[in-house]
Each structure stands twice: as structure tokens, then as C-alpha cells.
Nanobody, 120 residues
């Protein structure tokens, strides 16, 4: 069974930085595409970014140049470095995983979420 556990959320001021981590259990990690979704208050869930098993990355336009996703297969962990944070980045961030490592990213597994709040 795959489990995803996020950490690193919190309260930060505008322009600040946070790094989210997601520790994955199960054998799926090294061969799976991993990513992050978020849900802001009153808004639909949004795919933020993902990374394939081969290292290809994709970002929603609103975070390009500010967020960076990376993975450490040896630690079964994926990271989201968030810089130049804005109030509109405030949301619950979810770590997600697909069943394979391709660019067709359709998550099958979800973490419990971690709150990120950016204060102005």
C-alpha cells in the first residue's frame, strides 16, 4: 500500500520561502510520477506541478520561476521548494503519486495535505 506523508507547511510572509517534503512508502516511488496539488479556500483543486521518473517537470503558469519540484529516489521523497510566495499561494498542498512514471499524470494516491498560509 502506498502512503504519502507531507511536511513543511506553515505560515510565512509575502516574499518568503517554504520547502514542502513528501515521504512515500511502498515500492512505487522510484518508478512513479509524483506531484503536488493545492486547494485554496473557495477555489477548485489545482495541479501545481509534477515530476516524472525520468525527471521531466511541469508547472502551472502561476508558479513558474518561483516553485521547484525535485525528488530523491534513494530517500523516496519529493520536495517542493516555494520561493517569492504570494497571498494567492495560500492553500492546502497535497502530495500525489501516479501508478507509472510517464508525462500523462493522473494521480492515484494522495497525501493528507499540509497547510501553507502566506500573510501580507
Amino acid at each position: 500500500q502506498v502512503q504519502l506523508v507531507e511536511s513543511g507547511g506553515g505560515l510565512v510572509q509575502v516574499g518568503g520561502s517554504l520547502r514542502l517534503s513528501c515521504a512515500a512508502s511502498g515500492k512505487i516511488f522510484s518508478g512513479a510520477s509524483m506531484g503536488w496539488y493545492r486547494r485554496a479556500p473557495g477555489k477548485p483543486r489545482e495541479q501545481v506541478t509534477f515530476i516524472t521518473s525520468g525527471g521531466y517537470t511541469n508547472y502551472v503558469n502561476s508558479v513558474k520561476g518561483r516553485f521547484t519540484i525535485s525528488r530523491d529516489n534513494a530517500k523516496s521523497t519529493v520536495y517542493l521548494q516555494m520561493n517569492s510566495l504570494k497571498p494567492e499561494d495560500t492553500a492546502v498542498y497535497y502530495c500525489v503519486a501516479d501508478r507509472d512514471g510517464t508525462r500523462d499524470f493522473y494521480p492515484s494516491y494522495w497525501g493528507q495535505g499540509t497547510q501553507v498560509t502566506v500573510s501580507s
